[in-house]
């Protein structure tokens, strides 16, 4: 797994709560939600910039408010070559549509790995961008997420009241 050298953060307010944005100076790398704090002690060596991320703030409210569907967001991401495959699969599930985990792996070409999707999807340090939030269980139920049921909650209604 590739080091992430994250070197600035930001904040930005969103109808989510505070989010923690975070990269280099060419790359997102990191989106936390709010209650995650995953990265409380690391922010310590980071630099504080929101002039760095003023391109992903923008994107990131336009989508928020219903205007974007699509992101352009120069982001970096890191993990195995499965969860690799797995989370630009994800950019292909259109906005405000959802889909299962098995569905997700037969779309990769490993149809039995479902749970190693759900996995995949759990390591996701760029949600929303990589919206693991459209995937769900194969009953209709949501599943799991890595910044709570509500939130992936909240990001469902926010795509299906601007489709």
């Given at each position: 797994m590739k080091k992430d050298n994250i070197t600035?953060?930001?904040?930005?307010?969103?109808?989510?709560?505070?989010l923690i944005l975070a990269g280099d100076e060419h790359f997102l790398k990191l989106i936390e939600f709010p209650g995650q704090n995953k990265t409380k002690e690391t922010k310590k060596n980071w630099i504080y910039s929101a002039s760095?991320?003023?391109?992903?703030?923008?994107?990131?409210?336009r989508y928020f408010d219903g205007e974007l569907k699509t992101f352009s967001i120069k982001c970096q991401i890191t993990g195995t070559a499965f969860q690799t495959k797995v989370l630009n699969e994800l950019k292909k599930i259109p906005y405000g549509k959802t889909m299962s985990y098995s569905d997700v792996a037969d779309r990769i070409g490993h149809p039995k790995a479902?749970?190693?999707?759900?996995s995949a999807n759990g390591k996701n340090r760029l949600p929303i961008i990589f919206p693991?939030?459209?995937?769900?269980?194969?009953?209709?139920?949501?599943g799991g997420f890595s910044g709570g049921l509500s939130i992936k909650r909240k990001l469902l209604e926010l795509e299906l009241k601007h489709t």
């Open positions: 600035h953060y930001c904040y930005l307010d969103s109808p989510l709560g505070k760095r991320f003023k391109c992903e703030i923008d994107e990131l409210i479902y749970r190693a999707v759900g693991c939030h459209r995937v769900i269980s194969n009953n209709g139920e949501l």
